[in-house]
Antibody, heavy 120, light 106 residues
Framework: QVQLVESGGGVVQPGRSLRLSCAASGFTFDNYAMHWVRQAPGKGLEWVAGISNDGSKKYYADSVKGRLTISRDNSKNTVYLQMSSLGAEDTAVYFC?????????????WGQGTLVTVSS | DIQMTQSPSSLSASVGDRVTITCRASQTIVSYLNWYQQKPGKAPKLLIYAASNLQRGVPSRFSGSGSGTDFTLTISSLQPEDFATYYCQQTYSSLTFGGGTKVQIK
């Protein structure tokens, strides 16, 4: 069955960088777009980035443009989120989600999330 | 950017009640509207896609309707496992989630 397993979260100091990974299995990875969605403590969902199935198209929320970079390695069935210049506003659980199509549509599977805490 | 406004932000209901949640877009999104359910400490789960299509495995008491700017999610007979937070999402232009509706036990 479809599995998405995020890793790479933890406590990081303000201004530092962090890379999240999401390992996928149970489906043909290079047929589908992938996304990252975050949720600050006690808050709602915020889509932050998406990438098309072949990696040629990348999409970002305005709130993270220039600081977060999404990428994928189809040979490793893994999608990444490189985060830089982190601030307190980036503290959240970060979910990886599989799209139902090759580009942005709807998210039919989600990982369990990885917590990023930005604190000195 | 397209803004998504859900109402109410929370509601209290009893088992067996019919529950309706509304989502309004700041401009037309045609039918590019999806609904998710999230329980505390868990990942969201897709319920409805493209405004009215029931995701495989989701109980038929869930239904979605609407087009353009106004959409609804209806739970025809609320069950104990339905107490959760519900989010709408538009994928017409970029992607945006609504603020969520928390369904609580009355």
């Amino acid at each position: 069955q479809v599995q998405l397993v995020e890793s790479g979260g933890g406590v990081v100091q303000p201004g530092r960088s962090l890379r999240l990974s999401c390992a996928a299995s149970g489906f043909t990875f290079d047929n589908y777009a992938m996304h990252w969605v975050r949720q600050a403590p006690g808050k709602g969902l915020e889509w932050v980035a998406g990438i098309s199935n072949d990696g040629s198209k990348k999409y970002y929320a305005d709130s993270v443009k220039g600081r977060l970079t999404i990428s994928r390695d189809n040979s490793k069935n893994t999608v990444y989120l490189q985060m830089s210049s982190l601030g307190a506003e980036d503290t959240a659980v970060y979910f990886c989600a599989k799209d139902a199509r090759t580009v942005a549509d709807y998210f039919d599977y989600w990982g369990q999330g990885t917590l990023v805490t930005v604190s000195s | 950017d397209i803004q998504m406004t859900q109402s109410p932000s929370s509601l209290s209901a009893s088992v067996g009640d019919r529950v309706t949640i509304t989502c309004r877009a700041s401009q037309t999104i045609v039918s590019y509207l999806n609904w998710y359910q999230q329980k505390p400490g868990k990942a969201p789960k897709l319920l409805i896609y493209a405004a009215s299509n029931l995701q495989r495995g989701v109980p038929s008491r869930f239904s979605g309707s609407g087009s353009g700017t106004d959409f609804t999610l209806t739970i025809s007979s609320l069950q104990p496992e339905d107490f959760a937070t519900y989010y709408c999402q538009q994928t017409y232009s970029s992607l945006t989630f609504g603020g969520g509706t928390k369904v609580q036990i009355k």
